[in-house]
């Protein structure tokens, strides 16, 4: 059986968002962050989640939002460089730096 297997390649740094320039700090629970909670801007590091093996780098952008049952919000991004589309849980229960509520609520409502 093939599936996706997430694997953390590194430890859970903070980094300067690419997009608009946030500090963005480690997630509190130990968990890898993969995407700016200011502007919920990413980048594209990873062929299969968490192993930074991708070489394109591109600005992953946020494109929509799901709802899970089991994971909660989802946050669909898609790389600005090459098309990849690619699903991220949505942080807003980390106590230090939780995700925008305003930006992921923008991004659910529909393009007109």
Known sequence: ???RKFTVQGTNN???CGHCG???RPLANGSVRNHCPVCLHSKHVDL???DRACTCHGD??????EQSGKKG????HR???????GRNKAALD???????WDALIKLSRPKL
């Open 1 to 3: 059986m093939t599936g």
């Open 48 to 50: 299969q989640p968490g």
């Open 60 to 65: 992953m952008v946020p494109v929509g939002v």
């Open 94 to 100: 980390d106590p230090e730096q939780p995700d925008d």
């Open 14 to 16: 903070g980094f300067t």
């Open 22 to 24: 946030a500090e963005v």
């Open 79 to 85: 790389c600005a460089r090459c098309g990849f589309e």
């Open 73 to 76: 919000w989802i946050i669909v």
